[in-house]
């Protein structure tokens, strides 16, 4: 290890202890400059390709397959594989050597597409109804082309290959074309120009140029001509993506090792290339509702914090779901074991009604007398030395056992232990450290010769399986769920991951720090997060990591609130160093009145929003898409939203534009084109293709609705479930037609994978004067406790009558007394909305004349 960096090199528990240090003898920035703890995680220098040692292929002979066509390619075989009529596998591997499959893929076996087949001396061609592959012979180079014959993706001059073991791909692109998704990444949106890395880090206390954070997905989406296509690499070795960062006209991707294999997916929409990318590598589950709630949470909570904590939001009617369990917990830091006085607190919590999450790491300490780590040295389940010697290496417990995940008996063996925690009430688990960070290890991790053995005794060194070792934990986590909870749906957040750990997991963006270059990161994070199939996302609200001028003022935590409240996962979360003295408590009543009102009012609206939030997450499951979306995810045919990246769609209909700037108080907000926009708080609407300034004092989230959409809502509750769910909401923003197809489970179990669940369609639509609601009662298989929907209809006019059929709905003379009635209206004549109470059985449609 280079000299310079070794000076760097300090644990995390050890630069918190010079920080306690320093603020004693008040020479902070001498023990600690403001980058030492990042600095240390990242890790060492890239690799670039020698370009000088690119040794271009040509195609010497070729083989029809049943699926595609297998070329010889001298020293190396091509495989291209059709697996549906917009997605083919690309591989180049060496002569004898298999075609690549990682753990990240979820369908294995595709029906081949019906494909027609031409060759002439240059160029082999395979067609599908959607795209055809062109083969250039010599060189060899591929090109993908949609149904019109538009060149979507091609290789570069520079070709594909390997160099020095490494494998390549080139490929043309021009200025136009824009590049999204690549997993968590700090920086921007749109990562033109950029070059990313992937190799898993414990990037503690990262910053918006930190090149290597905690995941990979080496999954990206392009964007040119108004047309999207995706290229997932798949690859688990260290890789890297210059997008265009050197010259505008190629990009090209590598990796340290491995093979070449990547699968090219069709849009054109990016909905269509999300899909299918996860129709691959998996979707996200239904999660259980009571996780789409609030989570609070510190590293360093006491029991007694634990439990006064979650009181307190009760007491100021800051609804809350969860209080997670950091390490604190156990004995020891010995995972699978409890501290008394944690278990004591878990009980009360559950209790008083709250849901419970632990966290788990990895690493099992060295302690002779300790059951987990006398169990896997017995099993030899650990991951090894070279020289086969058990790997020992310091993380939270002291010397740890790390264990091989890519062995099923170990996945098995941890999923059975999971019951230690969730056989007395915990709800979730929280996977930290799967990187696998080691303090001690070189560059914060295992060194790369370490090695993980497989079920057949085959041997994998750390470099290959580095970038897995979270998702197979992650994997076992949730088999654990469906081992000891066989109903209850899981519910697994992580740190760490792999393309394809969305079907078992949330992401958290790992410490991210308390200031607002954070929280303006955290938009396009997340975005891209959402746009690589992972829609289950969020970051520490009001950050994680203190340092000297990094502690959240009351307009950063307020300002936080206001987008945290709507992260798909919405957290709480904060690091210990209060106690040092940097910064006080976490919780939204430590910043003040007005902040605490904020914050009440924001957390307040998302339990109001949680049927729309959760029907959002339903079609996450269905076909991947983000809940949190950039712009240009539902807007790719206006070039304006390509590069925004401080506002973003809250699902389908909601589009949020906050403040993320310190002491801003109003704000330009870019409306795209196509739809009309309504001023969720003035009810003012707008044309899209246009920016408006507007106020945004703090406290002042602006948001904007689209119009002719339903959101569906509830009444505020203070946890999920608190009050069954009797009469929902229709809040309607309608010019002419709107529509809202509405799942509905037991939000809980995994029931609904039975078919108990219903779908009910609601239809709003403007007829001349007057207005219809229908309901299309779709699929009716689950016993729910709705009774009524109340359609709220903004921006209306006093209706002469409401009827259904023969039956005249009476008028109320108040809100209030609308909702004792069974059927009704009440017109609100100062906001100009109109609230019309159907009972849930109504066959007919109701006018609003
Ligand atoms: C890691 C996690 C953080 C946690 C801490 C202690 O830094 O990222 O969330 O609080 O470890 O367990």
Redesign the pocket.
């Known amino acids: 290890m280079p000299k310079q960096l070794n000076a760097l090199k300090m644990s995390?528990k050890m630069a918190q202890a010079a920080i306690s240090l320093s603020l004693l003898t008040g020479t902070v920035a001498a023990v600690l400059p403001a980058n030492v703890a990042f600095a240390e995680t990242q890790p060492e220098a890239d690799t670039p390709l020698d370009k000088q040692n690119l040794k271009p292929l040509s195609v010497q002979s070729l083989e029809a397959l049943e699926n595609g066509v297998k070329l010889n390619l001298g020293d190396y075989q091509g495989f291209i594989r059709l697996f549906s009529e917009d997605m083919a596998k690309i591989s180049v591997v060496k002569n004898g050597e298999a075609e690549f499959i990682s753990p990240g893929i979820a369908k294995k076996d595709w029906k081949t597409p019906d494909f027609k087949t031409t060759e002439t001396d240059q160029e082999y061609t395979l067609s599908t109804n959607e795209i055809t592959v062109k083969i250039n012979k010599s060189p060899f180079g591929v090109k993908f082309l949609d149904k019109q014959g538009n060149v979507i993706n091609e290789d570069a001059a520079q070709g594909v290959g390997y160099e020095n073991g490494k494998p390549y791909a080139f490929k043309k692109t021009d200025a136009t074309e824009n590049f999204y998704g690549f997993g968590e990444q700090s920086g921007g949106l749109n990562k033109r120009g950029k070059s990313l890395g992937m190799w898993n880090t414990d990037a503690?206390s990262y910053n918006k140029n930190t090149k290597y954070l905690y995941t990979s997905i080496p999954f990206f989406i392009g964007l040119k001509d108004k047309k999207a296509y995706g290229i997932f690499f798949d690859n688990t070795y260290r890789s890297y993506y210059e997008m265009a960062s050197e010259k505008d006209d190629y990009y090209y991707f590598y990796a340290n090792g491995g093979t070449l294999t990547y699968y090219f997916i069709n849009g054109p929409e990016i909905g269509d290339v999300i899909d299918r990318y996860t129709e691959l590598t998996g979707k996200s589950e239904t999660p259980p509702m009571w996780s789409l709630g609030f989570h609070q949470s510190k590293?360093g909570y006491t029991p007694e914090e634990l439990v006064n904590v979650a009181k307190t939001y009760r007491e100021k009617k800051i609804p809350l779901d969860t209080m997670h369990f950091?390490?604190d917990y156990m004995d020891g830091y010995r995972v699978f074991t409890w501290n008394d006085q944690y278990k004591q607190a878990l009980k009360t919590l559950k209790d008083d009604g709250f849901h419970a999450i632990t966290?788990n790491d990895p690493a099992v300490k060295q302690d002779e007398n300790y059951r987990m780590y006398q169990e896997g040295s017995q099993n030899n389940y650990w991951a090894k030395n070279p020289d086969g010697s058990t790997f020992i290496g310091e993380v939270?417990p002291g010397k740890s056992a790390f264990p091989n995940f890519l062995k099923s008996d170990v996945r098995n063996w941890w999923s059975n232990n999971l019951g230690t925690l969730l056989n007395e009430g915990v709800d979730g688990i929280w996977n930290?450290?799967n990187e696998p960070a080691v303090f001690d290890g070189p560059f914060h991790t295992m060194p790369l010769d370490i090695v993980f053995e497989d079920d057949n005794g085959e041997k994998k060194t750390h470099e290959e399986y580095h970038n897995l070792y979270g998702h197979h934990e992650t994997e076992a986590t949730y088999n654990g769920f469906l081992k000891n909870k066989p109903n209850t749906r899981p519910f697994v957040l992580t740190?760490d991951m792999y393309a394809g750990t969305q079907r078992y997991a949330a992401l958290w963006t790992?410490?991210n720090v308390s200031n607002w270059e954070h929280l303006q990161m955290s938009i396009p994070m997340n975005a891209n997060v959402g746009l690589s199939g992972v829609p289950f996302v969020g970051n520490?609200i009001g950050g994680?990591a203190k340092s000297p001028g990094n502690v959240p003022t009351p307009e950063l935590f307020a300002r936080w609130i206001e987008v945290g409240a709507f992260l798909p996962f919405a957290r709480d979360?904060y690091?210990n160093s209060a106690k040092s003295g940097l910064g006080s408590g976490q919780e939204p009543w430590e910043f003040g009145k007005e902040v605490e009102d904020i914050s009440r009012k924001y957390i307040s609206m998302r339990y109001e929003l949680m049927p729309y939030l959760y029907n959002q997450f339903k079609e996450s499951a269905k076909n991947g898409q983000p809940v949190q979306q950039p712009l240009v995810y539902q807007f790719q045919d206006d070039a304006k939203t390509y590069n925004i990246e401080d506002q973003f769609m809250f699902g389908d209909s909601m589009m949020l534009a906050p403040v993320v700037k310190e002491g801003q108080t109003s704000r330009e907000v870019y409306l795209p084109a196509g739809e009309t926009w309504v001023d969720y708080w003035t009810g003012e609407a707008y044309e899209g293709n246009q920016s408006i300034t507007v106020n945004a004092e703090l406290g002042t989230l602006p948001i904007f609705v689209k119009n002719n959409s339903i959101i569906p809502r509830q009444e505020v509750e203070q946890s999920t479930g608190e009050k069954k769910l009797e009469n929902l909401i229709l809040d309607t923003y309608l010019t002419d037609k709107a529509s809202y197809s509405f799942y509905e489970d037991d939000a809980a179990t995994l029931d609904y994978k039975q078919g108990e669940y219903n779908i009910t369609d609601f239809h709003v639509d403007k007829k001349g004067s007057s207005i219809e609601f229908t309901q299309d009662k779709k699929t009716q298989n689950y016993t729910s406790d709705i009774k009524s929907y109340t359609l709220k209809l903004h921006n209306a006019e006093e209706p002469k009558k409401v009827q259904a059929a023969d039956d005249k709905y009476a008028q109320a003379g108040s809100a209030a007394e609308l909702t004792s009635l069974k059927s009704g209206y009440f017109f609100d004549s100062a906001e100009k909305v109109l609230y019309v109470k159907i009972p849930v059985n109504e066959n007919h449609k109701v006018k609003i004349q």
């Open positions: 995390k503690y590293w950091d390490i966290i939270w930290d450290m740190r790992g410490d520490d994680f979360h690091d």
